[in-house]
């Protein structure tokens, strides 16, 4: 059965951290383009952070440059999303999405465009 498992979200003061986890079971993670998705009540989904399958094109929304890092060890199957200094703004369920078509297709649009594998989400919540 192919999966995609997220973990690592909870309750957190502003300016505090979390890192996501977003492993893969069922297939290989190492050739698909993967990215964090987050949704807030109310709110349409976005992409808060890409990554091809090689790494070397990371993509982040504006409003968590500098403060997010995504990260993926193809060995473990497994991408990452350190977030930093996070802001009550933050708070949504977040998702990770793979797709073997690549960053721009996965990314690059208003929608994930093409064959998208979609974990089951987590939610973060920043509150003091």
């Known amino acids: 059965q192919l999966r995609l498992v997220e973990s690592g979200g909870g309750l957190v003061q502003p300016g505090g951290s979390l890192r996501l986890s977003c492993a893969a079971s069922?297939?290989?993670?190492?050739?698909?383009?993967v990215g964090w998705f987050r949704q807030a009540p109310g709110k349409e989904r976005e992409a808060a952070s890409c990554?091809?399958?090689?790494?070397?094109?990371?993509t982040y929304l504006g409003s968590v440059k500098g403060r997010f890092t995504i990260s993926r060890d193809n060995t473990k199957n497994t991408v990452y999303l350190q977030m930093n200094s996070l802001k009550p703004e933050d708070t949504a369920v977040y998702y990770c999405?793979?797709?073997?078509?690549?960053?721009?297709?996965?990314?690059?649009?208003?929608?994930?465009?093409?064959?998208?594998?979609w974990g089951q989400g987590t939610q973060v919540t920043v509150s003091s």
């Open positions: 069922g297939f290989g993670l190492n050739t698909s383009a």
């Open positions: 990554i091809s399958s090689g790494g070397q094109t990371i």
């Open positions: 999405a793979s797709s073997k078509e690549g960053i721009l297709r996965l990314c690059g649009t208003s929608r994930p465009q093409g064959d998208v594998y």
